[in-house]
């Protein structure tokens, strides 16, 4: 189901307060501390999105974590049609 635009709203502010978050001088364990509580702040929006969400945070993650990662890195992840988006 195509996401509403209430939902890409709510993805892109956490999608943005991740970034930040993740150039913040935060330690580790704060970042995914905050991880959890925006990831749990959408998944009780959208339970039945909770795959999907999973899938778009690590992704949104490893991105900041590594700007370029080798064409090979997400394809385990994309074939998988849970995390389809």
């Known amino acids: 189901m195509p ?41 009780r929006q959208w339970p039945a999105d909770a795959t999907r969400i999973d899938c778009m945070m690590l992704d949104w993650v490893c991105a900041l974590r590594h700007p370029e990662p080798a064409a090979d890195a997400t394809a385990t992840v994309r074939a998988d049609p849970n995390c389809a988006k």
């Open 3 to 43: 996401a509403t635009a209430h939902q890409q709203a709510e993805f892109q502010f956490a999608r943005e307060s991740l970034a930040r978050l993740w150039r913040s001088d935060a330690r580790l364990a704060e970042r995914w501390a905050r991880y959890d509580l925006i990831r749990e702040h959408l998944v």
